[in-house]
T-cell receptor, first 111, second 115 residues
């Protein structure tokens, strides 16, 4: 029973263009969402988060959008850079300490 | 994720042996979480500990797995009598306080291979 789904295992984007990573969830009790970035052989690194009371949060090149009615969130990276190539995980929380993770999307930025 | 130290980075064990994974949290953090990542999957919560206390071990297999976070020293995840299915990456994270709104800092993980 996957409560957090990232349906695209991989995504390839041209350098300089926008990367859009998607995440869907099923549990309406989730009230906090996070994106993590992970390089091979390293631990996940926190990227950006959003509370369920907001629909958008922006930090530099990274913006997260939340659509509660659709139970969908997305991470936009613009412009995409080669160093953005990594696996991106979406995670959700219901005011608890447990993070429920998606399976990840591998982002490849082409030069 | 600077500050959370896990060791060893790689661990190879034969079936039936014991595996001990160590995690030193960020200095001052008293909350530790262990996650397991199987190939092609996301991280799965295993256990949440505070100093000397197990808060939630609902993600831990009932047998062979145990975790501790003593008053002094690192948190230890212990797997007894390892089997091939235990092969995975085990990540530790720490935070200064509990609650889902806190962004936990992750270590680099320990990759356990059972042969």
């Amino acid at each position: 029973d996957q409560q957090v789904k990232q349906n695209s295992p991989s995504l390839s984007v041209q350098e300089g263009r926008i990367s859009i990573l998607n995440c869907d969830y099923t549990n309406s009790m989730f009230d906090y969402f996070l994106w993590y970035k992970k390089y091979p052989a390293e631990g996940p690194t926190f990227l950006i988060s959003i509370s369920s009371i907001k629909d958008k949060n922006e930090d530099g090149r990274f913006t997260v959008f939340l659509n509660k009615s659709a139970k969908h969130l997305s991470l936009h990276i613009v412009p995409s850079q080669p160093g953005d190539s990594a696996v991106y995980f979406c995670a959700a929380s219901d005011s608890n300490y447990q993070l429920i993770w998606g399976a990840g999307t591998k982002l490849i930025i082409k030069p | 994720n600077a500050g959370v130290m896990q060791n060893p980075r790689h661990l190879v064990r034969r079936r039936g042996q014991e595996a001990r994974l160590r995690c030193s949290p960020v200095k001052g953090h008293s909350h530790v979480y262990w996650y397991r990542q199987l190939p092609e999957e996301g991280l799965k919560f295993m256990v949440y500990l505070q100093k000397e206390n197990i808060i939630d071990e609902s993600g831990m297999p009932k047998e062979r797995f145990s975790a501790e976070f003593p008053k002094e020293g690192p948190s230890i995840l212990r797997i007894q009598q390892v089997v091939r299915g235990d092969s995975a990456a085990y990540f530790c994270a720490s935070s200064p306080r509990g609650g889902g709104s806190t962004e936990a800092f992750f270590g680099q993980g320990t990759r356990l291979t059972v042969v």
